[in-house]
């Protein structure tokens, strides 16, 4: 399949492809006679596994680790589920602080009534104290 056909089947942009296969994420495709790239099968599991890894917020270089572990034949699992305790973890701590960063916002949101001058405004002067976004 072309390019375009493989980024349909996958919603990965061929920009993106073709970056992924820059990177050695995706292997590179065999080229017909006329030099355009020929896709198959192969590449529809990499790129769909590159993209949900990619939608839960694993890095390029976790999803490299990822691929390069699945291709091993280890003894175990054990490596892979340390990288999700890894990731779960982070997660879980960005959450912590954007719980953190909406309750700010809403406190800062409700000193406002939207009807003061612009150099009134509360949330403008609370934007300008940094210390109490921290």
């Not at 349909?8 to 820059?22: F, L, N, S």
Request: glycine share 6%.
């Amino acid at each position: 399949m072309s390019i375009g056909e493989l980024a349909k089947h996958t919603g990965v942009k061929v920009v993106t492809i073709r970056y992924y296969e820059q990177i050695g994420v995706l292997p590179v495709a065999k080229r017909t006679s006329g030099n355009y790239r020929n896709y198959g099968t192969e590449h529809i599991r990499r790129l769909r596994f590159v993209r949900r890894c990619r939608d839960l917020g694993f890095s390029l270089e976790e999803v490299r680790g990822l691929l390069r572990l699945s291709t091993e034949d280890g003894p175990s699992c054990a490596e892979v589920c340390r990288m999700a305790e890894r990731h779960r973890k982070a997660v879980e701590h960005k959450i912590t602080d954007l719980k953190r960063l909406a309750s700010e916002l809403r406190r800062i949101s409700a000193s406002c009534n939207g009807r003061l001058a612009m150099a009134e405004c509360r949330i403008i002067e609370a934007l300008s104290r940094p210390w109490l976004l921290l």
